[in-house]
C-alpha cells in the first residue's frame, strides 16, 4: 500500500548544522560552483548558447558511431544552474544571479518561434529537430533545463527562466502524444519525466503530469518507435550501435521490467521518474513495477559502495553477480541517481532498507565523486586501482560534475520528513527545521558527529505541547541501538527500520539515541567471484578502503587480513579529522628476483592495516587502492 502520508521537507526549509556535511556543502558552494562556470566558459559551452555564426567547428569531434558529447551540452548548463540556484538557496549572491541571468538571456534569445529550445539543432542542425529520440538527447537537455528553471525560480521567485522553458514544453506537449498528427515518441536518454513531475508539484498543472506519464507508458510499446525513426532517417535499425534497445531500457513496457539493464544512468532516471507517477497517480503496477527493479539491482547488481554498473562500453549493468573491482565503471552519476530513487521508493513506503541504500550512496558511490578540494571529480569509480585512476578537472561528458555538486548543494532535503502524523528522520549529521505538524510549528534539531559517531541528540520543541510521533531510523547496520527520553530509558521497537516514539512533546524535550558503530567485514554472495577470498571493511555508513599512501612498503594488493584480526576505529587528523580502521596484518614480501611461480609460497612479514572511507581515496598522490581485501589463512 502506497503510504503517502510523508513527505520530504524541501532542503531550503533544512539548515545543514553538522561538520561532515557542512564542510561538504560549504566546499561545493564555494568552490566547485564557481570552478564549474569557468570550466564551463573555457570548454565553449557557454558560448554554444549564442548560436554562433559562422558555425564553429566541433570542440569534441564525432567517434566511431559519429556521435559528439556536444549534443548534450544544453543539459550541462541546465545541471549548473540547478546547482547554482540551490547555492542561492543558501545564501543570495548576486554575481551567481547575473551569471545565471546572463545564460537565461542567452537562451530566451536562442528559442525558436515556435517554443523550439536545443543549442545544437538551432545552431547546427535545424532541419534535423525531433528526427533521433534514440540518441541524440533532445529531451534529455530540455529535461535538465527544466530542473535548472525550478530551482531558480523557487531560489529567487524570477520566472523569466521558468517562462521559456513553458513555452518549449507547450511545443514538446504538441509534438508528442497519442493524437493525429502527433510522434509517438519519447526520450532514449530518460530525464525529462522527472522534471515535469517538479513542475507538476510547484505548478499544479495537470497537463505536465499527464505528459510525465505519457513517456513512461509509451516506452517500449510496439511498433517501436526507435526502429520507425531509424527507417525513417534511411538507416538500418539492426545497425543500432548497442545491439539492443536495453541498453535504454525500451525493450519491453515499463511495467513488464523485472531485471535492470543497460545504460545505468537512465535506468535510474526511469525508476526514479517511474516512482514519482506511481505515488502521484496511485499507480499499484508501477509501483510493483519499481519493487521488482529494486530487489534486482539490490540484491544482484549493486556494488558494495552502491556503484552501479560494471561495464564501460555500455555504461552500464551486465550480469547478476558481475561485480569486478578494477574495471568498476560505477558511475558517479549513477550512484546520484540512486539516491533520487531511493528517496522517492522510501516515500512511497516508509521502509528503512529503502533509506539504507540512499545513506550507502551518499556516503561511498556518489561522494567519491568530488574531490576533497571540490574541483576535481571522478566519472568511474573502480573499486581497486594500481594508482593508473587519476582524479580529472573536467571531461568530454562532464555530466557527472554538475550531478555531484547539485546533490550536495540539496542534501539538506534528504534528511527529514513530516506528515500530519509527525516526523520521520532518515539521516543523522548535524539539521535544523522546523515543520508544521496539526497545524504547529515544531522546531527540530539533530546534534552528532556522524557518520564518525552514532551519538545522536535531538531536540523537539513545539511551538505548543503537541501529541505526534517522531520516527527514528535504525540504520540496517546498526545491530543494537538504545534511547532515552529527557534522560530516561525508552524501549525502542523497530519496525521496517524505523523505532516511533509517541508521546505529547513539550518545549525542551531531548532524544538521545546511540547507534554503536564498530568496525565489521562485509563478505560478497560466492557468485561475486571477484571477491571469494575477499573481505570488505565498514563501520557505520561508511565503507573503507586500504590506500598504498597509508600502508607504504608495497602495493595495497599485497596485504591480507587474519579473519580473527581485531579492528580498531581511531581518529586521525587526516582530511580535517576522519575516523581510520587498523588491524594487524600480514603482507607478502616477496625476494628480490622472485620467481613468476613457484612450489614455494610467498614470504610474508608482520604489518598493520590502516584504511579510510572509501569516498576519500585518490585525494593525494595517486598509488594503490582496494576495497575487498584477501582474507589470510588463519
Known sequence: MTDRSYSPLPFADVAVTGPFWRERLDTVLTRTIPSQHAKLKETGILASLKLPKPVPPLTIPRNK?????????????????????????????????????????????????????????????????????????????????????????RATGRRRFLDVMERYLDH????????????????????????????????????????AAYFIDERGRQPHYFTEEAIARGEDPAAFWAGTYEYNQSHLPVREQTKMVGHAVRAMYMASAMADLALELGDARLKRACEALWRDVTTAQMYVTAGLGPKES?????????????????????????????????????????????????????????????????????????GQHRRWAWHICPCCTMNVSRLVASIGGYFVSSSDAGVAVHLYGGFSASPTIQ????????????????????????????????????????????????????????????AAISRRWSAGDVVALDLPMPPERLYAHPNVRMNVGRVALRRGPLIYCVEEADNPGGPAQRLTLPREAPLKAERADLFGGVTMLKAPAKALAPSDGAALYST?????????LAAIPYFLWANREPASMQVWIAEAPT
Open 65 to 153: 558511431h559519429n556521435f559528439t558529447t556536444q549534443i548534450f551540452w544544453d543539459s550541462d548548463i541546465g545541471k549548473w544552474i540547478e546547482a547554482a540556484s540551490y547555492a542561492l538557496s543558501h545564501r543570495r549572491d548576486a554575481d551567481i544571479e547575473a551569471k545565471i541571468d546572463a545564460i537565461v538571456d542567452d537562451l530566451a534569445r536562442a528559442q525558436s518561434s515556435d517554443g523550439y529550445l536545443n543549442c545544437w539543432y538551432n545552431g547546427r542542425e535545424p532541419d534535423k529537430r525531433w528526427t533521433n529520440l534514440r540518441d541524440n538527447h533532445e529531451l534529455y537537455n530540455a529535461g535538465h533545463l527544466l530542473e535548472g528553471a525550478i530551482a531558480y525560480f
Open 439 to 498: 497545524g504547529k510549528r515544531v522546531a527540530i534539531k539533530e546534534t552528532s558527529d556522524y557518520p564518525w559517531s552514532g551519538d545522536i541528540r535531538i531536540a523537539v520543541d513545539p511551538e505548543a505541547p503537541s501529541t505526534f510521533e517522531l520516527r527514528l531510523r535504525i540504520p540496517g547496520w546498526a545491530k543494537t541501538a538504545s534511547a532515552t527520553v529527557n534522560g530516561e530509558p525508552i524501549a525502542l521497537r523497530p519496525e521496517r527500520g524505523y
Open 172 to 211: 514538446i506537449a504538441a509534438t508528442f502524444g497519442r493524437s493525429p498528427g502527433q510522434k509517438r515518441g519519447y526520450d532514449g536518454h530518460q530525464e525529462i519525466e522527472l522534471a515535469l513531475v517538479k513542475l507538476y508539484r510547484l505548478t499544479g498543472d495537470r497537463r505536465r503530469l499527464d505528459l
Open 314 to 386: 555500455n555504461e552500464g549493468f551486465t550480469e547478476p553477480y558481475d561485480l569486478p573491482n578494477e574495471t568498476a565503471y560505477a558511475e558517479t552519476c549513477a550512484s546520484v541517481a540512486l539516491v533520487f530513487w531511493a528517496q522517492r521508493m522510501l516515500h512511497l513506503d516508509l521502509d528503512g532498507a529503502y533509506a539504507d541504500v540512499m545513506e550507502r550512496a551518499l556516503y561511498n558511490g556518489a561522494l567519491s565523486g568530488l574531490s576533497r578540494e571540490g574541483t576535481d571529480y571522478f566519472y568511474a569509480n573502480p573499486l581497486e586501482s594500481r
Open 600 to 608: 614455494t609460497p610467498p614470504a610474508t612479514r608482520d604489518a598493520t
